[in-house]
């Protein structure tokens, strides 16, 4: 008996055209149809992949590919998590940080060809406030430029470049008390951020040795520094070598608790979320069963 399988396609993450036009025909031309019988449905609005994939699990569909970003992915894994469900992921978002560290290519074809294979394996994911990330979690000043970016009239690469100059000019820091591995630390920060895996996204690592099957966190904190030395700082990401410079500090947990003076920007998986003061982070292992490409 062929495996029920539902392609998941959000038309505005990536190339509209290639969404809507392409990648079906893609789909088609090499799913293995002798192993799987597919369907494709597409968002319409965000929060539509929850309803989507709320509707596969009713109809018995044990396979769900989520083509789109780490947003798009956060949406159907909230619904799936601790479940006998398979997602599998066509990466097409603007960062795809939980599908690159997965080892996914950004290759459609070769990426339908890793999901006939259906190799699969459980990884950890981490929640808050009864939701959960995959990737990761952040405070600050990645989470403000997330903001200005998606209320912005300029879009790619040069509307982000903007959005982060603008939150660097803007942006105060962050007065926090954190929990961590019994220890309470306080302070002024830039940006603090709870990595499930490796990625922010755009293969850049600000957790360059994270794993998503260790039951595990990295608590990255970047306390507040002189504007001017922001592009050598991004420079040691990059490098991965700013675990050496003393303005980042690095923790690894199985639960955080996070409290601000004041309400902070918040981002999950790279979508904006409402601001919040209070955090409290904790790992939840191999509660996902993922495709992971050979």
């Not at 100059?165 to 709870?194: C, R």
Request: contains cysteine; proline residues 4%; positive net charge.
């Amino acid at each position: 008996m062929r495996k029920q399988m539902l392609f998941i396609i959000n038309p505005v993450s990536g190339t509209r055209k290639f969404l809507k036009k392409r990648l079906p025909r893609i789909i088609k031309r090499i799913i293995d149809t002798e192993r799987f019988e597919y369907q494709i449905r597409y968002t319409q609005y965000k929060g539509h992949a929850v309803v989507l994939a709320k509707t596969a699990i009713e109809e018995g569909i044990g396979i769900i590919v989520m083509a789109g970003g780490d947003g798009s992915i956060n949406e159907v894994a909230n619904v799936i998590r601790d479940s006998n469900i398979i997602l599998g992921i066509i990466p097409v978002g603007s960062g795809n940080g939980l599908a690159r560290h997965l080892g996914y290519t950004m290759n459609a074809p070769r990426t339908i060809k890793a999901i006939n294979k259906l190799k699969t394996g459980k990884i950890d994911i981490c929640s808050y406030d009864e939701r959960i990330f995959c990737s990761n979690a952040g405070l600050g000043f990645d989470a403000l430029v997330i903001r200005l970016f998606d209320t912005s009239r300029n879009r790619g690469f040069f509307g982000y470049a903007f959005s982060v100059l603008k939150g660097l000019i803007m942006f105060p820091g962050i007065q926090y008390e954190i929990k961590v591995n019994d220890q309470v630390l306080k302070g002024k920060a830039f940006l603090i951020s709870a990595c499930n895996s490796n990625q922010v996204g755009y293969n850049v690592k600000l957790a360059p040795y994270a794993s998503l099957q260790d039951g595990l966190m990295d608590l990255w904190i970047l306390d507040k520094f002189p504007r001017w030395k922001a592009p050598f700082l991004f420079l040691r990401v990059l490098r991965k070598t700013h675990f050496k410079s003393p303005y980042f500090k690095n923790y690894i947990s199985k639960r955080i608790e996070i409290k601000t003076i004041e309400k902070q920007y918040f981002q999950v998986d790279g979508e904006a979320r409402n601001p919040v003061d209070y955090l409290n982070i904790c790992v939840i292992p191999k509660a996902l069963q993922v495709i992971i490409p050979s």
